[in-house]
Nanobody
């Protein structure tokens, strides 16, 4: 399984970014898809989870600002997204997507004025 996250960049506080993650396999193959982030020197943090049967969950720190979704209803079903709104400097991190136990490469998000 190959996963690649992209769409990171530089944004000012209060701005928005949408991250994308492409999977080499259909995403409904997996029990769940996840978005994580990691600040240098800190542990990787679970940001959002999307479950094959439906439903999502979010870390308290992003709930109401971040929205995770995937193209489960499309064909092919190989992409998931993380819409990030009202970004804050504390959201600065490397963001990763994960499918069950497979990790993808990260994409860097920097929030700064």
């Amino acid at each position: 399984v190959q996963l690649q996250a992209y769409g990171g960049g530089f944004v000012e506080p209060g701005g928005s970014l949408r991250l994308s993650c492409t999977s080499s396999e259909n995403i409904d193959t997996f029990f769940a898809m996840y978005w994580y982030r990691q600040i240098p020197g800190k542990q990787r943090e679970l940001v959002a989870s999307m479950y094959r049967g439906g439903g999502t969950s979010y870390a308290d720190s992003v709930n109401g600002r971040f929205y995770a979704f995937g193209d489960y209803g499309d064909n092919p079903k190989k992409m998931v997204f993380l819409q990030m709104n009202k970004l804050q400097p504390d959201d600065t991190a490397v963001y990763y997507c994960k499918a069950d136990s497979w990790w993808g490469q990260g994409t860097v998000v920097t929030v700064s004025s």
